[in-house]
């Protein structure tokens, strides 16, 4: 069983930054590919971006390449998405999610079985 529990989104000013993290429980967290997807109002959730065990492979969405970027650090169960050169599109509440299945990340949501609450990011123009 793995719990996980966002952190790290605010208010924010279109060109600012925020990094976002998800704390994870369970001792087989490492072995996990781990994701970020976001939820617009009014819309699906949608992936952002994922990434290995290892950092290794990586994965964005298109509107996340060259502002995002996700990290992890297995030693703290902690995995990262910072978040640079804001716009209000990015508004939506962020969610991380585990895939205990496999090993490659993958852009489906229907892939990750384990989700966290959520956190709002807000972005005024």
């Known amino acids: 069983q793995v719990q996980l529990v966002e952190s790290g989104g605010g208010l924010v000013q279109a060109g600012g930054s925020l990094r976002l993290s998800c704390a994870a429980s369970?001792?087989?967290?490492?072995?996990?590919?781990m994701g970020w997807f976001r939820q617009a109002p009014g819309k699906e959730r949608a992936f952002v971006a994922a990434?290995?065990?290892?950092?290794?492979?990586?994965i964005y969405a298109d509107s996340a390449k060259g502002r995002f970027t996700i990290s992890r650090d297995n030693a703290k169960n902690t995995v990262y998405l910072q978040m640079n050169n804001l716009k209000p599109e990015d508004t939506a509440v962020y969610y991380c999610?585990?895939?205990?299945?496999?090993?490659?990340?993958?852009?489906?949501?229907?892939?990750?079985?384990?989700w966290g609450q959520g956190t709002q990011v807000t972005v005024s123009s």
């Open positions: 999610a585990a895939d205990s299945q496999h090993f490659i990340p993958r852009p489906s949501q229907s892939e990750y079985d384990y």
């Open positions: 369970g001792r087989t967290f490492s072995r996990y590919p």
């Open positions: 990434i290995n065990w290892s950092g290794s492979s990586i």
